[in-house]
């Protein structure tokens, strides 16, 4: 949701069609849609530890690498190299936001099993401040910070709450 209120007029600016901007912003659901089988289907031998840093990390990353995409030059009618790169990056937020949901829910449902409904509300009411506070943040720190700043800040923060997230998650018992 960060990217909702500036993508579209940057990509437009830069002459990428509506329509692409669409397919754009499909491609993190089509990423969830493909992942969090796999996510589900994994999650218990690689670990939720694993899924919930990586996918922080991840996302990240991607956020780090749509600023990048404003040093993509596009000339009259040839946007398919910002198209390519900016779908490529949403599939991969895809499989990072699965990665987090996925183990969010694991561990709320199998680690607090007494306690599991208020935490998939949590969960939830969280996924929800997200979906609110994202468009919010994400047009100030574009009013603040640019394009590109906007995004390697907040891939920044991704990166630090991974790593956070490995030093004070409790390991796995073996």
């Not at 996918?55 to 993509?72: E, P, Q």
């Not at 998939?120 to 700043?149: D, H, K, N, Q, R």
């Amino acid at each position: 949701m960060l990217v909702a209120p500036f993508i579209p007029l940057e990509f437009k600016r830069k002459g990428v069609s509506a329509s692409m901007i669409g397919i754009f912003f499909a491609a993190q659901s089509v990423g969830v849609l493909i992942w969090s089988p796999i996510v589900g289907k994994t999650l218990e031998t690689v670990g939720r530890r694993f899924y919930l840093v990586g996918g922080f990390v991840l996302m990240g990353i991607c956020f780090a690498c749509f600023g990048l995409t404003d040093k993509i030059e596009t000339s009259e009618g040839n946007t398919s190299m910002l198209i390519c790169v900016g779908v490529v990056i949403r599939l991969m937020q895809g499989v990072a936001a699965s990665s987090i949901q996925t183990a969010c829910f694991a561990i709320a449902t199998n680690d607090y099993p007494a306690q599991k409904n208020q935490l998939v509300g949590l969960v939830e009411s969280f996924a929800g401040i997200g979906s609110t506070i994202g468009p919010v943040l994400g047009s100030t720190l574009y009013a603040l910070m640019g394009f590109s700043g906007t995004f390697y800040s907040y891939g920044a923060m991704n990166v630090v709450w991974g790593v956070m997230t490995w030093v004070l998650f409790p390991k796995p018992a073996c």
